[in-house]
């Protein structure tokens, strides 16, 4: 089947690191994406990983992949408070002759002092 | 490059009208994705065209419908709303190479039933 599940809170303090997990289900996803949502805007693509790869950087942001368990992490470092935002992780998964974006339901990452 | 662009941003009906919704993609881009946003069901997944053709649907009624023009612009239509209909709507746009299939949000339109 077609799933992909995240936490739906996460709290951190500000100048921490995030860890955002997720898990997905179809094992022939060939891309996995990180969206980040702040309130009243739609989705903004942050980073995205190639599912032959492990690890993807970028300034702040790792993506970590573990494809045996189909699991996905994003790392924010240095949390801010600007990071505040709901992050929806997604995978790319061959569909007919083409492909189909699935999405979880988002983790709200709120900050704290 | 311009981005994804949604109109009109905000939008409020009654019970039983009808509404369009408008969506340009980004230049070059021939995917066009359409999703709902509730709080209570997430992001779903309405329909994506792709050369002016239906390629994916998702599990919606027959009231929400879409279609695409030669020039990518897609527009989104509802009708006989209901209240449950209440939701921002997104529209997303890729360049559809293969299974990278990177999409592109706009800002949504925020779509209150009353």
């Known amino acids: ?113 | 490059k311009a981005g994804v662009t949604q109109t009109p941003r905000y939008l409020i009906k009654t019970r039983g009208q009808q509404v369009t919704l408008s969506c340009s993609p980004i230049s070059g881009h021939r995917s066009v994705s359409w999703y709902q946003q509730t709080p209570g069901q997430g992001l779903q997944f309405l329909f994506e065209y792709f050369s002016e053709t239906q390629r994916n649907k998702g599990n919606f009624p027959g009231r929400f419908s879409g279609r695409q023009f030669s020039n990518s612009r897609s527009e989104m239509n509802v009708s006989t709303l209901e209240l449950g209909d209440s939701a921002l709507y997104l529209c997303a746009s890729s360049e559809s190479t293969g299974t990278k299939n990177i999409q592109y949000f706009g800002a949504g339109t925020r779509l209150s039933v009353l």
């Open chain 1, 1 to 113: 089947g077609e799933d992909v599940e995240q936490s739906l809170f996460l709290s951190v303090r500000e100048g921490d690191s995030s860890v955002i997990n997720c898990t997905y289900t179809d094992s022939s996803s060939t891309y996995l994406y990180w969206y980040k949502q702040e309130p009243g805007a739609g989705l903004q693509l942050l980073t995205y990983i190639f599912s032959n790869m492990d690890m993807k950087q970028d300034q702040r942001l790792t993506v970590l992949l573990n494809k045996k368990d189909k699991h996905l992490s994003l790392r924010i470092a240095d949390t801010q408070t600007g990071d505040s935002a709901i992050y929806f992780c997604a995978e790319s998964i061959r569909y007919s002759s083409a492909s189909k974006i699935i999405f979880g339901s988002g983790t709200r990452l709120s900050i704290r002092p």
